[in-house]
């Protein structure tokens, strides 16, 4: 059973610049959720998706955005890149929808993001 | 909102033997799990453990068990026998399962925990 795929794993941007990372979940988990890992700040949650919705949304500015397709995949796009935005962007996949129990969480390896 | 505090950042020990890492956390919720996560130097993030908060048993998994003291916020993860394969960063998580504001079902995660471990 393949894992939680996340594309491309390393990338580089300039500021300004806009990004888009992919998500590909664990066949028949429907729930993804999106975490940035930093030095600074550690691991935040960025934002959750169930069938295609938007369920949570963490504490970033509106230039964090994603969204998830009819097949469960998700995107999540990043706009005018700042240095701070540099950071291991990390997707976990869940079968379960959110507020019905426990969510196990599998997690993708993660995309290297570098802002210069 | 709930917080989760690692106050060890890091930690080293010998093969075989047992170590203990930290983990305390905040929370007016009652119904919420709690979670151990190992993040090896490949970064994939693997679950070790999870604790429904309901149970007052610990939860155990091979090698790995944890210390859950409910009225004391404490959730700390034992790793004994350890393996050269056990070094990595350990994160400890809370997730509310009580889909209130933002925090919904999201993982709160702490600072972590470098473990070494060395033969």
């Known amino acids: 059973k393949a894992g939680v795929t996340q594309t491309p794993r390393y990338l580089i941007k300039t500021r300004g610049q806009q990004v888009t990372l992919s998500c590909s979940p664990i066949?028949?988990?429907?729930?993804v959720s999106w975490y940035q890992q930093t030095p600074g700040q550690g691991l935040q949650f960025l934002f959750e998706?169930?069938?295609?919705?938007?369920?949570n949304k963490g504490n970033f500015p509106g230039r964090f955005s994603g969204r998830q397709f009819s097949n469960s995949r998700s995107e999540m796009n990043v706009s005018t890149l700042e240095l701070g935005d540099s950071a291991l962007y990390l997707c976990?996949?869940?079968?379960?929808?959110?507020?019905?129990?426990?969510?196990?969480?599998?997690f993708g390896a993660g995309s290297r993001l570098t802002v210069l | 909102a709930q917080t989760v505090t690692q106050s060890q950042p890091e930690m080293s020990v010998q093969e075989a033997e047992t170590v203990t890492l930290s983990c305390t956390y905040d929370?007016?919720?009652?119904?919420?799990?709690l979670f151990w996560y190992k993040q090896p130097p490949s970064r994939q993030m693997i679950l070790v453990i999870r604790?429904?908060?309901?149970?007052?048993q610990n939860a155990t998994e091979n090698r790995f068990s944890v210390n859950f003291q409910k009225a004391a916020k404490s959730f700390s993860l034992k790793i004994s026998d350890s393996q050269l394969g056990d070094t990595a960063m350990y994160f400890c998580?809370?997730?509310?399962?009580?889909?209130?504001?933002?925090?919904?079902?999201?993982?709160?995660f702490g600072k972590g925990t470098t473990l070494s471990v060395s033969s």
């Open positions: 976990a996949s869940s079968p379960r929808a959110p507020d019905s129990g426990a969510n196990v969480l599998t």
């Open positions: 066949s028949g988990h429907r729930s």
């Open positions: 998706y169930f069938s295609e919705t938007q369920r």
């Open positions: 929370t007016s919720e009652s119904n919420y799990y």
């Open positions: 604790q429904e908060a309901y149970k007052q």
């Open positions: 998580a809370f997730m509310n399962l009580q889909a209130t504001g933002q925090a919904g079902t999201a993982l709160i």
